[in-house]
């Protein structure tokens, strides 16, 4: 069900977060579980609650062809995951690079309370720093700043 | 116990959040401040605000006097000499001023002993000590009723650590019987009382502990208001853990020598108008009653666990002596879920790990919803809460 707060009016962001496309994600997470053999894989970890999540990352030609994903988390960073995860699947690594938790929050389509601000920021940065370590170790020459 | 009559003194109690009263239930956290309490910090710093123990002009003597009354008045009511009774910010800085002063005493071959349920702020000091000095860190643990299971104290234990309630669990400890316990193996016994205090009083000369340690914020006192005591032969030995003013008797270009217990531990300026308002809240405590209150939160304690018992969540704990604290979570939701909801409907719980990680992942759950009960909550907050609850179920369960 929705979340319909009691008191009719009160403008209440408690409630406003859980839209039902939220907990859609949050009940069905999309790409959920973990994978064989990844190319990368990162944790994120929310410092301000220890809630973390576990990406696993398949890449062709600096393209994410698959990810998946495993978390313990709120509504929020569960959904979160999901709908980064949808987003991103089949998108080029520099494109993913360049994301930040604004982009996430536009994806959202939410009204998130500061509180629950932090929740948004594992999935991105753990997917990020895959990536980041996916690229250390198939650096080519001009990747690493070498002379070719 | 009248406790519409309480609920007067504490006017932020009839605040609104969405259209609906507070329904404060994080007491474990903080408690909320009687309209006495913040007069008398009030009336310190607008009649009797000066400097403390250097003026030599009137209002420096009010001053000090305000201050080292509170001191005597917190005192008695543990049972203390004015000595005995060291001012600091909080628990915290009380057992970290401890771990710190005691560290030339623990050696490689020094075990230290702690508990499954303590506070990180009662864990984390004496852990870290242990890893300077290389010695043991054992710990007793926490049985599947929430209360600590049998232990056999090393012979090598140098120091027992324990809270004498948990704040998580509610859990009250017996503490003569642990003390003793750590005792025999000639330990030094540290108690904290920061979930204790605002509930029971300790004797700390009967109790049998060595240090007691505890926050006035959670007993209706000011942020910023703390103790620490310790019998008296131990202060004397001790080093000092702050430097500066008002610690000293004599300072030459080489040495120093420290002024006579308690002021040897209080350098620097103190937060006396924080001393003043904790004696305060202490007169309040009292008149009330103490055991008015504990049985007060018994009571909504009992509502809390027949409502969730309806409702069917998994409660953390079932002790067999307990203050007015109950965690709980709803089977596959989130306790911070469960938490924003409930702050949707202005009810004021903790979510999370209740700087109690060991203890929280002992019960197998990244985070646990805590309601915690004070003198002036009532069985219609227990009502809404568990309504709430039940809604949160429907989304999230």
């Known amino acids: 069900m929705d979340y319909k707060p009691d008191d ?5 962001m408690y409630h406003a977060m859980y839209k039902e496309h939220i907990l859609d994600h949050y009940r069905h997470p999309r790409n959920s579980g973990t ?74 389509n939410v009204q998130l309370s500061a509180a629950k601000m932090h929740c948004t920021l594992p999935a991105l940065e753990a997917t990020q720093g895959a990536i980041e370590i996916y690229r250390k170790g198939h650096a080519t020459p001009a990747d690493a700043g070498q002379p070719v | 116990m009248d406790v519409e009559k309480i609920r007067k003194d504490f006017p932020i109690l009839a605040k609104k959040y969405h259209g609906k009263t507070l329904a404060y239930l994080d007491n474990a956290a903080s408690s909320q401040k009687p309209v006495q309490v913040v007069d008398a910090v009030r009336d310190f710093y607008l009649n009797s605000y000066a400097n403390v123990h250097r003026g030599s002009y009137d209002l420096s003597v009010e001053a000090t006097e305000a201050y080292e009354k509170a001191r005597k008045r917190v005192g008695k009511h543990f049972g203390a000499k004015e000595k005995e009774t060291i001012f600091t910010r909080n628990t915290t800085e009380s057992l ?52 600590l299971a049998d232990f056999d104290f090393p012979s090598n234990t140098a120091l027992f650590a324990f809270p004498h309630v948990s704040n998580v669990l509610g859990t009250v400890n017996d503490v003569e019987k642990w003390a003793k316990k750590a005792k025999k193996e000639g330990a030094l016994v540290v108690l904290d009382g920061a979930a204790g205090a605002p509930h029971i009083p300790l004797n700390v000369h009967r109790s049998g502990v060595d240090f007691y340690a505890f926050s006035g914020h959670k007993m209706l006192g000011p942020m910023g208001s703390g103790v620490l005591w310790g019998k008296q032969e131990l202060l004397e030995k001790m080093p000092p853990f702050l430097y500066g003013g008002s610690m000293i008797t004599n300072v030459e270009k080489g040495k120093s020598e420290w002024a006579d217990l308690p002021h040897k531990f209080e350098a620097g300026t103190p937060d006396a108008g924080g001393a003043i308002g904790l004696a305060k809240a202490i007169d309040y405590l009292e008149s009330v009653g103490f055991s008015r209150i504990l049985e007060h939160e018994h009571a909504l304690v009992k509502k809390t666990l027949d409502l969730f018992a309806e409702i069917g969540l998994d409660v953390y704990g079932s002790p067999s002596k307990r203050t007015g604290i109950v965690s709980f979570n709803i089977r596959n939701a989130h306790a911070h879920d469960i938490g924003m909801v409930l702050g949707g409907d202005a009810i004021a719980v903790r979510a999370g790990v209740h700087c109690s990680q060991v203890l929280v992942k002992k019960l197998g759950v990244p985070a646990t919803v805590r309601a915690s009960y004070y003198l002036y909550n009532t069985e219609s907050e227990v009502e809404r809460l568990a309504d709430s609850v039940r809604k949160a179920k429907e989304v999230f369960g």
């Open chain 1, 8 to 12: 009719e009016g009160a403008a209440n």
């Open chain 1, 35 to 108: 994978m064989e053999k990844p190319d990368a894989t990162a944790r994120g970890i929310s410092k301000a609650c220890g809630d973390f999540i576990d990406v696993f990352l398949r890449i062709k030609d600096n393209q994410l062809e698959d990810i998946k994903y495993d978390s313990i988390g709120c509504a929020i960073s569960i959904a979160s995951a999901s709908i980064l995860s949808e987003h991103i699947k089949g998108k080029p690594l520099d494109y993913i690079m360049k994301m930040t938790q604004d982009d996430i929050l536009k994806l959202m």
């Open chain 2, 96 to 147: 970290n001023a401890l771990a710190y002063s005691l560290s030339d005493s623990i050696g490689e071959d020094d075990a230290i002993v702690v508990t499954e349920m303590d506070h990180h702020s009662n864990l984390v000091p004496w852990q870290q000590l242990c890893l300077r000095k290389k010695a043991e860190l054992h710990f007793v643990e926490v049985d599947g009723n929430g209360e």
